[in-house]
């Protein structure tokens, strides 16, 4: 009940934000509406999709460590309290300045299955946390093993690039879906000035069809960071390290994450049908283990 009104809570603030914005660059600079009686005015509307589509992705994202210490409860570790977290911070420490980063924030949270995630607005104020079941599942090696491979997705930018690419494709289904919209409107429904119930329908119905589409592509772009963090796990734990841990997590059933964190998890789940695949942030265990055995390391 918590995640679900955090989740309303701040998508609700997130649009108020961004409506302000709006009529702010609409003052500003003087951009009318984007709609008009003669149609749709396309320098309008394009600042207007950029300033939705770019904008709530950037707020994510400033975002996203607060949300994220909220939503798992994770407990920062800012004075050791034992001998296991003062090998995690240890441990990162020496990880991050081998990938040539700051030391990023450690925490721990609660969860019975073993799973991780690294996120933060920049490379060098990240927070890398890891969940109860993966300490008392997996060996130490292994363990080392995914905390590496979330400094890599920190020493990588995956946060930001995914961002970034989120926010460009949100721009485009946004854009695209009134400029659908409004030919629909004009060429089905005859409305030769202003714009109908046609206009707005069509381009609801295409803002969603757009989105499946582009939550696909940015998806694709997911599942190779993985495999880059993979990468980049093996190069600063072991690549044998990164394989064992990898095939820990095929024995157990992957800690659940906030929706929001979902794509910065260790976890990758098992296989499933190929179309579902084209929606999966990770790709499947066996795939990432098989790419480590047969990948050269430099």
Same mark, same amino acid.
């Given at each position: ?100 980063? &700051?030391?990023? @924030? =450690?925490?721990?949270?609660? /969860?019975? !299955?073993?799973?991780?995630? %690294?996120? +933060? ?17 997996? &060996?130490?090696? @292994? =363990?080392?093993?995914?905390? /590496?491979? !979330?400094?890599?997705?920190? %020493?990588? +930018? ?35 000035? +202003? ?104």
């Amino acid at each position: 009940m918590k995640r679900v009104v955090l989740f309303l809570a701040t998508n609700i603030a997130i649009l108020l934000v961004l409506s302000i914005a709006w009529a702010v660059l609409s003052t500003a600079f003087g951009f009318g509406p984007y709609l008009d009686e003669q149609g749709i005015n396309y320098g309008s509307l394009l600042v207007f999709s950029a300033v939705f589509g770019f904008g709530g992705a950037l707020i994510s994202l400033a975002m996203s460590k607060s949300i994220a210490k909220w939503t798992t409860r994770a407990q920062v570790i800012t004075q050791p309290r034992n001998g296991t977290e003062a090998w995690l911070l240890s441990t990162v420490q020496r990880q991050a300045q081998q990938a040539g980063i &700051r030391m990023p @924030e =450690v925490a721990i949270y609660q /969860a019975p !299955e073993p799973n991780a995630f %690294a996120t +933060g607005a920049r490379r060098n104020a990240a927070l890398v946390a890891v969940s109860t079941g993966l300490l008392q599942n997996m &060996r130490q090696n @292994e =363990v080392e093993a995914v905390l /590496a491979h !979330e400094v890599s997705h920190v %020493a990588n +930018g995956d946060m930001v690039t995914l961002t970034l690419i989120q926010g460009v494709v949100n721009t485009f289904v946004i854009f695209i879906s009134r400029v659908i919209g409004m030919i629909v409107d004009r060429v089905v429904f005859r409305n030769e000035r +202003g714009h109908g119930p046609g206009f707005w329908i069509t381009a609801i119905v295409a803002q969603v069809l757009l989105g499946i589409l582009a939550s696909i592509i940015v998806m694709w772009f997911s599942r190779q960071r993985e495999y880059r963090a993979d990468a980049g796990g093996a190069h600063l734990a072991g690549r044998e390290n990164m394989i064992a841990a990898l095939e820990r997590l095929k024995g157990n059933s992957p800690g659940q994450l906030p929706d929001a964190l979902q794509a910065f998890g260790i976890s990758g789940g098992g296989r499933r049908a190929q179309f579902a695949r084209l929606f999966s942030s990770h790709p499947p265990l066996d795939d990432r283990i098989r790419a480590l055995r047969e990948q050269r390391l430099g």
